[in-house]
């Protein structure tokens, strides 16, 4: 079984000021992590997936991850905050058994821009 | 525009009533997920399907029940709906079972009076 926990389901950054979404997951099998934006009255949209390989991945809008196995984290960065950047964000976990490739995600956390 | 499409966009219906919800996948993918989006209960997987055949079922409830034709398109039947079934109900699509990248439709809001 997965599972998927994301700290902070509010968190408010100034406009050019760093953004950091945090992500822990747990997994029986290695994961393949995602995560996915969500804007108002909108569905979901991929960020950015690790499979293997490099743990640093970089995703679309300037968002990028790093995957440690250690830490069983996956945080979401972007080095520059836009007011375009708000929206809910969700990091989701994937893991096969046997075709059963259902995501578990995470409670979401809303991110909110302070011009 | 993620390429999978979902109609209608928003219900409303009564308590008792049955709905259906369409999806049509992403051209080529064989797989479709259903996720229900709620504010007690975030979101939960509810089933999935892969060229027709149940593939694997998650928080659904007996009440509800899906199907994907050969067209590959599907729908997700709800029945006898109660008011806590109010909730956004998302289609994904992927191209196999293995892992793959979950392409999610718009949603269907479903109100429930």
């Known amino acids: 079984a997965q599972s998927v926990t994301q700290l902070g389901s509010h968190v408010s950054v100034s406009e050019g000021a760093l953004v950091l979404l945090r992500c822990n997951y747990s997994s029986s099998v290695p994961p393949y992590l995602f995560w996915y934006v969500q804007y108002p009255n909108q569905g979901l949209q991929l960020l950015l997936k690790?499979?293997?390989?490099?743990?640093l991945v970089k995703g679309i809008n300037g968002f990028e991850a790093e995957f440690k196995k250690s830490e069983t984290s996956f945080h979401l960065t972007k080095p520059s905050a836009h007011m375009s950047d708000a929206a809910e964000y969700f990091c989701a976990v994937s893991a096969s058994n046997f075709g059963n490739e259902k995501l578990t995600f995470g409670t979401g956390t809303r991110l909110t821009i302070i011009p | 525009d993620s390429g999978v499409t979902q109609t209608p966009k928003h219900l409303i219906t009564a308590t008792g009533q049955r709905v259906t919800l369409r999806c049509s996948p992403r051209s080529g993918d064989l797989s479709v997920y259903w996720y229900q989006q709620s504010l007690d209960q975030g979101l939960q997987f509810l089933i999935q399907?892969?060229?027709?055949?149940?593939?694997a079922k998650g928080n659904i409830l007996e009440r509800f029940s899906a199907q994907q034709f050969p067209d590959l398109h599907s729908e997700l039947n709800l029945s006898s709906l109660e008011l806590g079934d109010s909730a956004l109900y998302f289609c994904?699509?992927?191209?196999?079972?293995?892992?793959?990248?979950?392409?999610f439709g718009p949603g269907t809001r479903l109100l429930v009076l």
């Open positions: 399907y892969y060229n027709g055949e149940e593939r």
């Open positions: 690790y499979t293997t390989g490099a743990t």
């Open positions: 994904a699509s992927s191209v196999g079972s293995y892992q793959e990248t979950q392409y």
